[in-house]
């Protein structure tokens, strides 16, 4: 698809590189590729700014069946700039 930018399926989502108009299909896209290749922690940089953001991202997880648990991260995890996300693993569903 023309404009797709390949990022990474590592665990590491840093939303600082898209548009806000990506992210609620982006981030379903991207946890589902992690639980396939069972990165089941997975860290969601949104940015603290003014929390938008990171508001976006906490409705998207708490609407996906597949989310067992999310919290902000701890301050050597970008704190509230970022997002900790546990996935549940494909076999168990």
Known sequence: MAGMIEI????????????????????????????????LHVRIIHGKGTGALRETVHAILR???FVVDF???????????ATLVQLQPLQAE
């Open 8 to 39: 990474p399926i590592d665990g590491v989502l840093d939303l600082h590189t898209f548009q806000p108009r990506e992210v609620k299909n982006l981030v379903p896209d991207y946890l589902q590729l992690c639980r396939e290749r069972n990165i």
């Open 63 to 65: 609407r996906l069946p």
């Open 71 to 81: 919290q902000l991260a701890d301050g050597t995890a970008g704190g509230w700039g």
